[in-house]
């Protein structure tokens, strides 16, 4: 079992203090936020040789990026060595459900003819809001795509905010399951009882405190014998306190997995 983290939340850190801190805090490697503001952005992804060797000289590597799709980014990955590129597929209201599956289901496709030319897997994850929100809906659209390919990111928060239990969404996504996220939240209510409609949002916590089981899902886990990569997110509400969060949220989840 390898344990990586979302570097997400540290976007102004240098990739020195960066990794550093990282490896403090126990992890084995990262996903990096290839995105425009970041220490490396998509446009840079043949600096990405280069990065890796940064992180590795704090004995992290990078597990995944989280970027486009673009060919240069595959190409960039694959001189790294970094085998997965994470998305999340948009779903759009204006378009209805179905249809914006079906585009998604077609890119997803699309893209196949670049995985294979570089041996770079692309990870889809669900997410609530205008996204696949649940394990069900991510199977439903990778169904029958090669799974060496394509891969599903099983995460915890998400598939708990839908309501699913942890044991039947990795299920679910078994067959094409190539990452676990784990993070958790649940439901705040925003306005009080006077109000003519309640109003929710969703409030991101740490792994002991929202609705999806940690210990479930690494119970079940370890009965299917998985042994990838676990990645912790690192999101949370109270954005100032990430640094404690995070510290003591791999401390639980590598206790889960002892």
């Not at 540290?10 to 425009?36: A, C, H, M, N, Y």
């Not at 570089?118 to 929100?133: A, D, L, S």
Request: with cysteine.
């Amino acid at each position: 079992m390898q344990f990586s983290v979302f570097t997400k939340p540290w976007k102004t850190q240098s990739i020195w203090d960066l990794g550093k801190f990282v490896s403090g805090l126990g992890f084995d490697g990262i996903e990096f936020p290839l995105r425009g503001g970041y220490q490396l952005e998509p446009q840079n992804a043949a600096q990405l040789p280069q990065l890796v060797k940064q992180f590795a000289d704090h004995g992290l590597k990078i597990f995944s990026v989280a970027s486009s799709t673009d060919e240069h980014v595959f190409a960039g990955c694959a001189e790294a060595g970094i085998p997965v590129i994470r998305i999340m597929p948009t779903m759009l209201p204006e378009v209805g459900y179905m249809a914006s599956e079906k585009k998604a289901r077609e890119e997803l496709e699309a893209l196949l003819p670049l995985c294979e030319k570089y041996g770079v897997k692309v990870g889809v994850q669900q997410h609530c809001g205008n996204n696949v929100v649940d394990s069900m809906g991510l199977l439903h659209l990778l169904e029958g795509l090669d799974a060496n390919r394509i891969g599903a990111i099983w995460d915890a928060a998400h598939d708990g905010l839908a309501g699913q239990q942890p044991e039947f969404g990795l299920d679910i996504v078994w067959p094409y399951l190539c990452m676990v996220n784990l993070k958790n939240a649940y439901y705040m209510r925003s306005n009080g009882p006077e109000a003519t409609a309640a109003v929710w949002r969703r409030q991101y916590t740490s792994g002991r405190h929202g609705l999806a089981s940690w210990p479930r899902a690494a119970a079940f886990l370890q009965q299917r014998g998985y042994e990838g990569v676990i990645c912790l997110t690192a999101e949370y509400s109270a954005e100032h306190e990430v640094d404690r969060l995070i510290a003591e949220d791999i401390a639980y989840a590598k206790s889960l997995f002892e």
